[in-house]
């Protein structure tokens, strides 16, 4: 599995949408204004960050590997992954999807099986199906993973964006804590502004309401490629 396209560092696809809002830098945890798209206005809003990776790939790459030697990145099932994906969360209402042209896996975990209303604590039940996804993670280590938090428009757009980067925090850390290298795990949270459905009929809104885990596989050629930009 070889990607041919080139991929932009996400924060950077994300600026050139039209609608402001105040994100989290995931990575220096300062607060500013990114620009990002009203979800639900077209297909580039579904299955994650625009086919980006959060921060870009190149370095990221680096960071998950450590500068080490290439080997040992081959051999990887991507479509094996998501069968053992959908096999673990099966009945849970969690969906398990390709994204990105078949580069990525897409783990949407739904309101109902997230979080308590308002909250961005780790319910015993959530926990559960994070350990699952946690040990597909550690299984197959060749990946990078981002974690998207998002909500509905109930409340203040301030205070729901504050609640999804909560959220997405709450559970790259809960990853982390279950053995997944920090160096593979970014987080951001979209508040409002990515909705899976536009709806204000309190019956769909839910569906708004949901955790976003980006898998984004990579390969001994990736990892060349990151290594040789790098100088090693």
Known sequence: MKKSRVLTASLAAVSLMTVSA???DPNTGERKVSRTVLGGAG??????????????KTGRIIGAVGGAAAGGYVGYRMDQQ??????QTAG???????????????VNLPDGVTFATGSYTITPGFRDLLDRVADSLRQYPNSLVDVYGHTDTTGPSDANQRL???????VANYLISQGVAS????????GETRLAVQTADGVNEPLN??????????????????????GY
């Open 82 to 87: 998501i069968k053992e994906l959908e096999e």
């Open 183 to 190: 160096s593979r795990i970014r987080w951001m949270g979209f």
């Open 209 to 230: 309401r949901r955790v976003e885990i980006k898998i984004i596989p990579f390969d001994q050629e990736d990892v060349e490629a990151a290594q040789q930009s790098q």
């Open 164 to 170: 999804s980067e909560q959220r997405a925090q709450a």
């Open 92 to 106: 849970s209402g969690v969906d398990v999807s390709s994204v990105d042209g078949g580069d990525a896996i897409l």
């Open 22 to 24: 105040c994100v989290t």
């Open 43 to 56: 297909g580039a809003v579904v299955g994650g960050l625009l086919g980006g990776v959060i921060g870009g």
